[in-house]
């Protein structure tokens, strides 16, 4: 009798041991997550690469404090509730829950988009990502991976209609960053920071004779994986393996770590440049987008955002999935705006047959700058 006892005890305490490893290395995996935003890649690359996992290590605290429930374990259910409510402010960044939808009561649309250089066409050989800028009747198009407005015009008298709609254009080819707009733009030029491949670009834009913009187009740096590469790392995902676990992480780090440094030091590039010209220009509104390659949760998320709004998380709703990659669906394209405005609503809709990316429509409503 006492042999038994002992045995469920000691598989008792073995239990509890489990419970609180398991516990404590989630806690420290998500709690490193939560550290991305302030936690440069120049100096650990630890945080940024938690935060790629972010949506996973958020189900897994939850089906702790799930379990905890069940089991009546009352201190580790508290303990994971206060965690989660400690990071509300990320998650809803994450997973805004707002409904609103585009309206004709706009007073101003911007669509940000990475077009993937129009190699997707359709019957006719029109690129599919035209037809959608076609129908998007913005008023300012930032174009990352785009094409010259020479050779949009090259694909029919129908794209030569869409362009007249936007006579003030900007094109930088070796950064593929097209700017079509409605409104004139004053000024302009590129953002010197180190990059393999990518690039911003900044414009001043005058809405009317008393008001301007200043627009800052990004494509901050891609980890150009090959098809290969990402089957590899599809791999990892879907058959993990303890033994190979080192090797793999290795080999993550490797391949993704250069990227994210880079993309560090061009999203402080990019904030600093951006006050200078709000120091030099004095713009009305300020607005920053584009393919940033990075969450929501990110050290350059947060750097270039600064204290601005992002349009989809104050008026978007759920995950917002912008890149189409199986099994990479992150929020990757972004909107920031300051100034007298107010984002009305922000979408991202699913145009796979288009692009590797979704475009971000954003609808405004421009204030009284006495507001």
């Given amino acids: 009798m006492g042999d038994r006892r002992h045995r469920v005890s000691l598989l008792s305490a073995t239990g509890k041991l489990i419970w609180l490893v398991v516990m404590a290395v989630a806690f420290l995996l998500y709690g490193g997550a939560l550290l991305s935003p302030v936690v440069s890649p120049l100096k650990t690359q630890i945080p940024a690469f938690l935060n790629l996992s972010f949506p996973v290590l958020l189900l897994g605290i939850v089906l702790l404090l799930v379990c905890a429930l069940i089991m009546r374990l009352w201190r580790s259910a508290v303990a994971c509730l206060l965690l989660l409510l400690l990071s509300g402010g990320y998650i809803l960044t994450y997973f805004p829950l707002h409904r ?55 694909y029919g008298k129908k794209c030569r209609q869409f362009l007249s709609r936007y006579p003030y254009r900007r094109f930088y080819a070796d950064d593929r960053l097209l700017l079509l707009s409605r409104f004139d733009i004053i000024d302009g030029g590129m953002i ?130 912008s890149f189409n990659e199986p099994l990479y669906a992150f929020r990757i394209d972004h909107l920031f705006y300051e100034g007298p405005l107010r984002a009305m609503a922000a979408e991202i809709p699913s145009h796979k047959d288009c692009s590797d990316h979704n475009p971000l429509l954003v609808d405004f409503k421009t204030l009284d700058t006495k507001e």
Avoid at 228 to 233: A, L, Q, S
Wanted: aromatic share 8%; hydrophobic share 35%.
């Fill in 100 to 154: 609103t939808s585009l309206s004709e009561e706009r007073d101003l649309r911007v669509v940000s988009y990475n077009v993937a250089n129009m190699a997707l066409t359709d019957e006719e050989g029109v690129p599919r990502a035209l037809r959608i800028l076609e129908g998007s009747d913005a008023d300012v198009i930032c174009l990352q991976e785009g094409i010259s407005p020479e050779q949009i015009g090259r």
């Fill in 192 to 321: 010197d920071y180190k990059s393999y491949a990518n690039g911003s670009a900044w414009y001043l834009l005058r809405i009317s004779p008393d008001r301007s913009l200043l627009l800052v187009n990004n494509h901050m740096e891609s980890y150009s994986l090959g098809s290969e590469e990402k089957e590899t790392f599809r791999g990892y995902l879907t058959k993990p393996s303890l033994e190979e676990m080192k090797n793999r992480l290795l080999a993550i780090k490797r391949r993704l770590g250069p990227s994210l440094n880079v993309r560090a030091g061009a999203a402080n590039a990019v904030r600093d440049k951006v006050r200078s010209l709000q120091r030099d220009l004095a713009p009305t509104y300020t607005i920053i987008c584009g393919d940033f390659n990075d969450t929501p949760m990110s050290y350059c998320y947060s750097r270039i955002r600064d204290d601005r709004s992002d349009a989809f998380v104050q008026t978007g709703r759920g995950m917002g999935v």
